[in-house]
């Protein structure tokens, strides 16, 4: 939770991390030109967002939404105290996040055999054993940077069904015991209830420790996605992954996996008294350079449209 | 929690009451036919939904979409075993759902001044007068009928804006010594918090007792609905008015005042293990004849379009 500079002077109680400029652009079709990227960049940092996943390091012919990777990151880490994330499959891509500067490496591993296989082409130990790549190449060139090593699927999967909770929280031990400085757990597909996730966080916070956690990710494809970071909260959860308008989501498609909406999220926690950092009316804006650079892009959340509340005074 | 019916004899957790037939129907301009309201409730019974506020008795030259208000009481009351609920703004409303034969009443009072008089061109004094009248009414004609007089606004007030916590406990207490067998408390405008929720219910329970409140009536304004329900059912409650398709509500209109949908709320409570007793492809079923009778109006909700999750499995 970094705050040095004006824009993030003010003390937090939660970090909220906008994943909207990878996990939603690799959901939709559209591209978004970079010097679009750039404008939102900007109005994210000028509503007081201190972190932002800004792309993934993957083949640009897989994924040409992404294609700009380490210039959006060269672009990004010039923004003082801004965190900046970069997701890596890989050690390659790894290298060429480091490579652009990147404060922060997410690497996706699976707690459901299936889905692993599906996601990067390895199982959960070759997995593993890329997170142990990865962590022993950024030490000997950039021991700064920070490794976090997501647990996707960790409350069911598509492929699966039901993950068993054990399978989730020793993937969580591997990720640590294989160097990470922290490991999460995600809802990739939308299939949490929060009595799963006050149990599967409980656990993992007596695993490996509330340190050693990273962000909690939600998805709302069933709605309950709001509901899920709350539970989270309750057992201790500090950080949240969010994405802009639910970017990526779309409530009218079977299969429909949108992130949690990033301004409806954060209005909870000012109205709760529970501090964002964030400017709820700059962050509204925010949303303006991301539609203009998807045009005819469906957008969610229903802050935006209501409005903060009559009276609404931030938390203190 | 009525089960005297081969349709509702599983034990439930939680009482979840559609009121999507009355306070969906009334927030928007489309008159739902007579006939589709009856196929509505037919698939709302045969999906396991046990209580429906099926309409408000008030003048039809102001409300033309409820104008069948007795007609349609009657037709609900022919289900075994199903509670129907009619709202009433008045002792003439009361009479009149008195005489239909509805189960329940629901009064709304109002925790600002404001909004009382906006919305009754009643002070809260006067209103609680009104409610002293009925409850004197039905005890005389008609004593097994139930009456709930809900507190409106509780959370907020879009005229008021904030409204002082003591005054919405005092008007809880206020209204159970009016002789109301339960009060509620009503987040009509969509500004509640899940803190500021648990805060209040926690106050009146400790006020009146859990036995004297109602159903949490949440909307889903600013997106945070389930979040509250999940933060009422935390501290006790254990009764939810909802409606199907978030009936009534528009995210992207400024204002838009949506209740929490039916159909992921009662997902989230099988999902985390809390028996509804409804069945979730049933319901999801039921949102057809629902749309058949509002022809374009909009729906809403994530479950629908999703799906249950693989592997799902009800609460037991």
Same mark, same amino acid.
């Given at each position: ?7 993030? !002077? ?9 994943? #909207?400029?990878?996990? #939603?652009?690799?959901?939709?079709? /559209? ?17 007081? =967002? ?7 390091? =993957? ?26 994330? /970069? ?15 990147? @404060?922060?490496?997410? +690497? ?48 069911? *999967? ?12 020793? $993937? =969580?031990?591997? *990720?640590? %015991? ?25 656990? %993992? ?11 909690? @990710? ?7 996605? +709001?509901?899920? *970071?709350?539970?989270?909260? !309750? ?8 994405? $802009?308008?639910?970017?990526?989501? *779309? ?8 992130? =949690? ?6 209005? $909870?926690?000012?109205? $709760?008294?529970?501090?964002?950092? +964030? !400017? ?37």
């Amino acid at each position: 939770m970094k705050s040095q500079s004006s824009t993030f !002077d003010k003390p937090i109680d939660v970090l909220i991390s906008e994943v #909207g400029m990878r996990d #939603g652009l690799q959901s939709i079709a /559209s591209v978004m030109p970079t010097a679009s990227k750039f404008k939102w960049i900007d109005a994210l940092v000028e509503a007081g =967002v201190r972190e932002i996943e800004v792309t993934s390091f =993957v083949p640009a012919h897989l994924m040409p939404q992404l294609a700009d990777a380490a210039e959006v990151v060269k672009y990004a880490i010039a923004k003082p105290g801004l965190s900046v994330i /970069s997701l890596v499959p890989n050690l390659k891509g790894a290298q060429a996040a480091i490579a652009a500067g990147t @404060h922060k490496l997410t +690497i996706p591993t699976s707690a459901s055999v299936a889905h692993s296989l599906a996601n990067v082409r390895k199982t959960r130990e070759q997995m593993l054993e890329e997170v142990r790549r990865i962590v022993e190449y950024k030490n000997a060139v950039a021991p700064h940077v920070e490794i976090e090593a997501g647990v996707s699927v960790a409350f069911g *999967c598509t492929l699966q069904g039901v993950v068993p909770e054990d399978d989730v929280i020793w $993937m =969580v031990e591997q *990720c640590i %015991a294989a160097g990470a400085n922290v490991s999460g757990m995600a809802d990739t597909t939308g299939m949490a209830n929060p009595a799963q996730v006050k149990r599967l966080f409980t656990r %993992a916070i007596a695993a490996v420790g509330i340190e050693r956690l990273g962000a909690a @990710h939600m998805h709302n494809t069933r709605g309950l996605g +709001i509901a899920n *970071c709350l539970a989270a909260y !309750d057992v201790g959860i500090r950080g949240f992954d969010t994405s $802009m308008a639910g970017l990526g989501g *779309c409530p009218h498609a079977p299969g429909a996996s949108g992130n =949690v909406v990033t301004e409806d999220l954060a209005f $909870m926690f000012e109205a $709760m008294g529970v501090r964002t950092g +964030i !400017d709820l009316e700059k962050l509204i804006a925010a949303r303006q350079p991301m539609i203009d650079g998807l045009p005819g892009e469906a957008v969610y959340g229903m802050l935006a449209p209501a409005g903060l509340t009559k009276g609404f005074t931030y938390a203190k």
